[in-house]
């Protein structure tokens, strides 16, 4: 399967998002053979369908131009701490690569609709210090930074910006949540985003390790 997203520019969203506005696509080809005297002849059927259809897996985003205002783009600067010689704080084995798919935001249970085939989702992958995931129509991507104690931030985040009718999650909502998010809390297969004073803004159930997904 090969994958691309080409990216014209960003320009500044909602809630300290910014909007990639591009082309988002994956082709997906497949191949057989027939043999012909001692030729065999491939035949290939290429089929194009949106980025938004993939998982929550590795993906690296591509770089965009910089924003006169100021706001982070999908690359994280030199200068990010995330990217450092500083040691992190140690982390739950269970907290990073692994497809974590919300089960609930704001209170509100989370249904995913015929239309949207795929979970809401999220990886957070521990070497990149990345955040990748798929909000119900869009994906997103950004950077996050662990302290001790559980405190959780999420910052430099992007979302690429399609419209998809009958989907039920309140995407613009869970992107708003994670610049709220300050803590984290891991109770058997789920976790808990935290907000201020700890009100639970979103939570997540583990659906499969990142590893298991990229060798299949």
Not at 33 to 51: A, D, E, Q, Y
Not at 79 to 101: F, H, I, K, Q
Not at 118 to 139: P, S, Y
């Amino acid at each position: 399967m090969f994958r691309g997203l080409v990216v014209y520019r960003t320009i500044p969203g909602p809630a300290g998002f910014d909007i990639l506005r591009g082309f988002a696509a994956s082709a997906v080809f497949r191949a057989g053979h027939s043999l012909s005297g001692s030729t065999m002849k491939p035949s290939i059927l290429f089929l194009v369908l949106p980025l938004a259809a993939a998982s929550c897996r590795s993906a690296e985003p591509a770089v965009t131009e910089p924003v006169s205002s100021g706001t982070p783009t999908a690359e994280p600067s030199s200068g990010d701490t995330t990217r450092g010689d500083t040691t992190p704080a140690a982390e739950p084995a269970t907290l990073t690569d692994l497809r974590w798919e919300l089960v609930q935001l704001n209170g509100e249970a989370v249904r995913t609709t015929e239309v949207q085939k795929e979970a809401a989702c999220m990886l957070m992958e521990i070497e990149a210090r990345r955040v990748t995931g798929f909000g119900g129509c869009n994906r997103f991507f950004g950077t996050y930074r662990l302290r001790d104690g559980g405190e959780l931030e999420f910052s430099q985040m992007v979302a690429t910006r399609m419209a998809c009718p009958g989907v039920e999650v309140d995407e613009s909502a869970f992107l708003k949540m994670f610049t709220s998010v300050e803590g984290h809390v891991i109770d058997g297969d789920e976790l808990l985003l935290k907000g201020a004073e700890g009100a639970t803004l979103a939570v997540f159930r583990a659906a499969a390790p990142a590893a298991s997904e990229a060798t299949e």
